[in-house]
């Protein structure tokens, strides 16, 4: 069977769904191959959206237990099951897998269910999951075939003892014990809501500090958090090997000599391009020295026809970046011209408590501008925060000489709602006086902008010459 087509997208995550659906609206003839039986690849089924809804039920459980708690009553017993809580997330997930059919169905683009391979850079073979050989040719190809959990020699992961970041939501039972190896942001997601959930967590880096690449002081508060909740850090520590006794526990062993035991380990120590089984080398691709998919402005290849886009090019690898890379390689395909895309792109991380980021760090500020002070507004000055019972955060400015807001670092209750104000500041160049010279709802959490902007704005004045800061 043979088939052809103006653009074939293999992989349907966040963006080979959003390029099919845009080349689709531009007039082409569209298949998107996906070799799972479900659309959304591993963010809609292993990632992004079942972690994150594990994590609203830890949430919950957490405030219950805390009300349970204030009431001398005794806590929600600890022996849910992963099961069943997993079994909570069914319907989200079934609902938006339905919702993602639906659209790619309305906008008549082609869903080939199967694993492809290259023949050559205009042909394309896919083993159907009944055992059929297809053959596709195209003019063009978007590969977003997303990525897979990377397993280090010395970690053997068994998927019963031993656990990846796709295989631990098939946990049986929550264990009262956890080793998690890692230190960004799937190791420190999972590391929390598991502590959240009653499990003893201990959280294994080989640096200092975990997600290294926040402001400094957010990653102080993620850690300060985590050990209240019970949880270990321990940073720089070399694993030498993790594996099951053979009888009831994992060991986890360390360069020094130490083992550290557990119910079970979680080892997440990043992902990497999953493109073993597509043959790219067929198609006159390779793979970079950090087993990526090199690809310019444009998305293009260094096979022009063929683009990619989504974890198969690397950072920053978040499903809000993917559909936009999907979307802009959609448009080069179609001439469609469209703006670059944009350096203010802000990350959320989905731990407990939330944490969001866009722009510079203070470090990466004072090493481009020189001098900077900072804004802070802790929540529980928050009228809101108080309310809600949520005092356990803080919104931080990074402020430049000249009153221009260069970083914008949040961790509490809806962090990942209140960076997208920042950013949006940010993409105007607002300074200070934006947040300042402006009204905000009472009482709500995105106050916290005016209090961290008056703070910055004091401090501009008392440590700055005048002639620097006037507009402060």
Known sequence: MTGRYDTFVIGSGPAGQKAAIQLAKGGQKVALCEQLKQIGGACVHQGTIPSKALRERAVERGKINARLKERNMAELANDISVVELIGEMSDVVAAHDQYMTDQLKRNDVDIIHGRACFVDDK????????????RYQAKYFVIAAGSKPRHPDNIVVDHENVYDSDSVLTLAYLPQSMVVL?????????????????????????YP???????????AAFVRSFERRGGVFLGEVEVVRSGFD????????????????????????????????????????????????????HGQTQVPHIYAAGDVVGPPSLASASMEQGRHAACHILNVEVGQLSRVIPSGIY????LASVGLTEAQAEKEYGHVVIGLAQFKEIARGHIANAQDGMLKLVVSADGIVR???????????????????MLQQADVHTYIENIFNFPTYAESYRVAALHAAARLRAELPADRSKSA
Do not use: W
Not at 254 to 263: E, F, K, M, P, T
Not at 413 to 424: P, R
């Open 123 to 134: 042909t394309i073979d896919v083993l159907s999951n009944t055992g059929q050989n297809m």
């Open 182 to 206: 890692g230190g960004g942001v799937i190791a420190c997601e999972y590391a929390s809501i598991f502590a959240m959930l009653g499990v003893r967590v201990t959280l294994i880096d080989r």
């Open 209 to 219: 500090q975990p997600l290294g690449f926040l402001d400094h002081d957010l990653t």
């Open 246 to 297: 053979g009888l009831s526990q994992v060991e986890t062993e360390l360069a020094d000599g130490s083992v550290v035991r557990s119910d079970k380990v979680l080892c997440a120590q990043g992902r990497v391009a999953d493109l073993d089984a597509l043959k790219i080398a067929n198609a006159g691709l390779h793979l970079d020295e950090r087993q990526l998919l090199k690809v310019n402005e």
């Open 351 to 354: 731990s407990v408590p939330e």
């Open 407 to 425: 970083g914008v670092h949040v961790i509490g209750v809806h962090a990942t709602d209140l960076v997208h104000i920042g950013q949006m500041g």
